[in-house]
T-cell receptor, first 115, second 114 residues
Framework: QQQVKQSPQSLIVQKGGISIINCAYE??????FPWYQQFPGKGPALLIA?????SEKKEGRFTISFNKSAKQFSLHIMDSQPGDSATYFC??????????????FGTGTKLQVIP | NAGVTQTPKFQVLKTGQSMTLQCAQD?????MSWYRQDPGMGLRLIHY???????DQGEVPNGYNVSRSTTEDFPLRLLSAAPSQTSVYFC?????????????FGQGTRLTVV
C-alpha cells in the first residue's frame, strides 16, 4: 500500500523558473516530512524537512508548503538552476514513540532544469 | 569523515549465486537500514537494525538476510540471486530513528542479476 504518493514522476523546467513537486499522504499519524535530493550515481541526501505545526518552511531557494487538512505537502524550488537537476524524494515519518519508526518514501521526481 | 561506505559499487551475478553487500559507517550511528531503489518504486526498506545484535524486516525482506555484529557494519546477504533482485541498493544510517532524524545514505551498489 502506497502511503506517500508523489507527482509528477518527471519535470522539465527552464532555468530561472519555479519547480513544484507534490506529495500526498494517508496516515494522519505522520508528523515528520523530509525531502531528499539525489544526484546521479549518489545516494539521497536530506534537503529540507518540516513538521506539521508550521505551514511553510523556507531554506534559500527551497520551500516546503504543508497543508495538514488536505494531507498534502509540496516542494517549491525558486529560480531553478541546472545544478538543481536531480531526483527528489518526499517522505513521511510517524512521531517518536520510543521504538522504531519507519520513514516512508515517495516514488521520486526526476527534475531537469534546462538552460 | 567517510560517512556511510558501501562496497562494491557495481556487481553482476548469475541467477542462483549468493553474495554480500557491505555497508560500514563511522558516525557511531545506532540505526542502520537497507533500501532498494527501482524505477517508479522509490526507496523500499528491506531490513533495518536499531543496534548491534538487533535486526528486523522491512517492506521487502524476502531473499535477503542481514546481521549486525558491530555498531559500524551492516552487511546484506543475497542467498540465491534472482533477476527480480536487479536493483540499486542503498545503505543508510542515522543517530536515532526518531521522528526528526536525518538519514545518511551511502553511494549505492548497482546489482544486475542475469
Amino acid at each position: 500500500q502506497q502511503q506517500v504518493k508523489q507527482s509528477p514522476q518527471s519535470l522539465i523546467v527552464q532555468k530561472g523558473g519555479i519547480s513544484i513537486i507534490n506529495c500526498a499522504y494517508e496516515n494522519t499519524a505522520f508528523d515528520y516530512f523530509p525531502w531528499y535530493q539525489q544526484f546521479p550515481g549518489k545516494g539521497p541526501a536530506l534537503l529540507i524537512a518540516i513538521r506539521p505545526d508550521v505551514s511553510e518552511k523556507k531554506e534559500g531557494r527551497f520551500t516546503i508548503s504543508f497543508n495538514k487538512s488536505a494531507k498534502q505537502f509540496s516542494l517549491h524550488i525558486m529560480d531553478s538552476q541546472p545544478g538543481d537537476s536531480a531526483t527528489y524524494f518526499c517522505a513521511a515519518g510517524p512521531p517518536h514513540s520510543g521504538g522504531y519508526q519507519k520513514v516512508t518514501f515517495g516514488t521520486g521526481t526526476k527534475l531537469q532544469v534546462i538552460p | 569523515n567517510a560517512g556511510v561506505t558501501q562496497t562494491p559499487k557495481f556487481q553482476v551475478l548469475k541467477t542462483g549465486q549468493s553474495m554480500t553487500l557491505q555497508c560500514a559507517q563511522d558516525m557511531n550511528h545506532e540505526y542502520m537500514s537497507w533500501y532498494r531503489q527501482d524505477p517508479g518504486m522509490g526507496l523500499r526498506l528491506i531490513h533495518y537494525s536499531v543496534g548491534a545484535g538487533i535486526t528486523d524486516q522491512g517492506e521487502v525482506p524476502n531473499g535477503y538476510n542481514v546481521s549486525r555484529s558491530t555498531t559500524e557494519d551492516f552487511p546484506l546477504r543475497l542467498l540465491s540471486a534472482a533477476p527480480s533482485q536487479t536493483s540499486v541498493y542503498f545503505c543508510a544510517s542515522s543517530f536515532r530513528q526518531t521522528s526528526n532524524t536525518e538519514a545518511f545514505f551511502g553511494q549505492g551498489t548497482r546489482l544486475t542479476v542475469v
